[in-house]
């Protein structure tokens, strides 16, 4: 009876001193792309604010099942965490990916990074009304690449058709870099990239429109699909988890962390710099934020004949 008293109240007391050692911070995707990028501007705020290590190793694998897939093996005292990203880990496990959504337990969501629609510079496409007007009367001849099948870019497209009443082509691409290349080599007519590609690419591509409530501070001429009446606030969202097994106490704590780091101004500077929207979606706010999202990216993988 003691010794269950001793443990039920020593959960708190070290989720209050969190952390008291350097934490892993696993990456299921490789370095240089948007995860990793995020996780090492992550990690200096980090170490100013608990004074302890955030060591990232990048593990890639089959657009992050393969790390997903392990969680169900990992320590559950908080000093190893997960990057995660959705809607991959709700689509993924509906083909197959050898995980369950709810082996994971997402403690906090950070930023997300919008989709975007992007063309060639030298495109004839000067608006995206030009674009959905040609896919209207060219059913079938509009190829849009992206990143992936099943991923937050082809959900993006398939919306677009819908709202639309356009017919393009999604040709999968592995990675964002993959696809604009694509782009840039005249394969396919346009992108749904996201806004951190629209960054780095520059004056290669000419952005149409971004998936977001507000125009982008580093776009502020580009319109957002809502001033265009299309009603399109999307993306890639990318947080961290635990396994499931890892204590209430402990998963706030990481939450409340990373949501102190989502506020250093330097740091949200920087994300804007790189193109991502920072978000600050707390692990009490969690339920209703995933539901929201499975809900949504389940009916239009259905739509898109992804999933039965």
Same mark, same amino acid.
């Given at each position: 009876? =003691?010794?269950?008293?001793?443990? !039920?109240?020593?959960?708190?007391?070290?989720?209050? &001193?969190?952390?008291?050692?350097? #934490?892993?911070? /696993?990456?299921?995707?490789?370095?240089?792309? &948007?995860?990793? *990028?995020?996780?090492?501007?992550?990690?200096?705020?980090?170490?100013?604010?608990?004074?302890?290590?955030?060591?990232?190793?990048?593990?890639?694998?089959?657009?992050? !099942? /393969?790390?997903?897939?392990?969680?169900?093996?990992?320590?559950?005292?908080?000093?190893?965490? #997960?990057?995660? +990203?959705?809607?991959?880990? *709700?689509?993924?496990?509906?083909?197959?990916? %050898?995980?369950?959504?709810?082996?994971?337990?997402?403690?906090?969501?950070?930023?997300?990074?919008?989709?975007?629609?992007?063309?060639?510079?030298?495109?004839?496409?000067?608006?995206?009304?030009?674009?959905?007007?040609?896919? /209207?009367?060219?059913? %079938?001849?509009?190829?849009?690449?992206?990143? %992936?099948?099943?991923?937050? +870019?082809?959900?993006?497209?398939?919306?677009?058709?819908?709202?639309?009443?356009?017919?393009?082509?999604?040709?999968?691409?592995?990675?964002?870099?993959?696809?604009?290349?694509?782009?840039?080599?005249?394969?396919?007519?346009?992108?749904?990239?996201?806004?951190?590609?629209?960054?780095?690419? =520059?004056?290669?591509?000419?952005?149409?429109?971004?998936?977001?409530?507000?125009?982008?501070? &580093?776009?502020?001429?580009?319109?957002?699909?809502?001033?265009?009446?299309?009603?399109?606030?999307? =993306?890639?969202?990318? %947080? #961290?988890? /635990?396994?499931? =097994?890892?204590?209430?106490?402990?998963?706030?704590? *990481?939450?409340?962390?990373?949501?102190?780091?989502?506020?250093?101004?330097?740091?949200?500077?920087?994300?804007?710099?790189?193109?991502?929207?920072?978000?600050?979606?707390?692990?009490?706010?969690?339920?209703?934020?995933?539901?929201?999202?499975? &809900?949504?990216?389940? !009916?239009?993988?259905?739509?898109?004949?992804?999933?039965?």
């Amino acid at each position: 009876m =003691g010794l269950a008293i001793i443990a !039920a109240t020593a959960l708190p007391a070290s989720a209050a &001193e969190y952390p008291v050692k350097p #934490v892993t911070y /696993v990456i299921p995707f490789g370095d240089g792309g &948007e995860s990793s *990028i995020a996780a090492r501007l992550q990690q200096p705020v980090f170490k100013q604010l608990t004074g302890q290590d955030l060591v990232v190793v990048n593990k890639p694998g089959g657009g992050g !099942a /393969v790390v997903w897939s392990q969680m169900t093996r990992m320590p559950t005292d908080g000093y190893t965490i #997960v990057g995660v +990203n959705l809607p991959h880990i *709700i689509l993924q496990p509906t083909q197959g990916a %050898g995980y369950r959504m709810s082996n994971i337990a997402v403690v906090h969501i950070f930023h997300y990074t919008p989709d975007a629609i992007v063309v060639a510079a030298d495109s004839p496409y000067k608006s995206l009304q030009d674009l959905i007007d040609d896919a /209207v009367q060219r059913p %079938g001849k509009v190829q849009i690449s992206g990143s %992936g099948r099943a991923s937050a +870019n082809h959900l993006a497209q398939v919306r677009l058709d819908r709202v639309t009443g356009g017919e393009t082509i999604y040709r999968p691409y592995k990675g964002t870099a993959a696809s604009i290349a694509a782009l840039l080599q005249g394969r396919v007519d346009a992108a749904m990239a996201y806004t951190t590609a629209a960054k780095k690419y =520059g004056s290669d591509i000419r952005v149409l429109a971004v998936a977001m409530e507000k125009r982008h501070p &580093e776009f502020p001429d580009t319109p957002t699909f809502r001033e265009l009446d299309i009603d399109m606030v999307d =993306g890639a969202y990318r %947080g #961290v988890a /635990v396994p499931n =097994g890892t204590p209430i106490p402990i998963r706030k704590a *990481i939450s409340a962390l990373f949501s102190r780091i989502g506020r250093d101004a330097a740091f949200i500077e920087k994300k804007h710099d790189l193109g991502f929207a920072p978000l600050d979606i707390g692990y009490d706010a969690l339920p209703v934020f995933l539901s929201a999202q499975r &809900e949504k990216s389940l !009916a239009t993988a259905r739509q898109a004949g992804l999933i039965d």
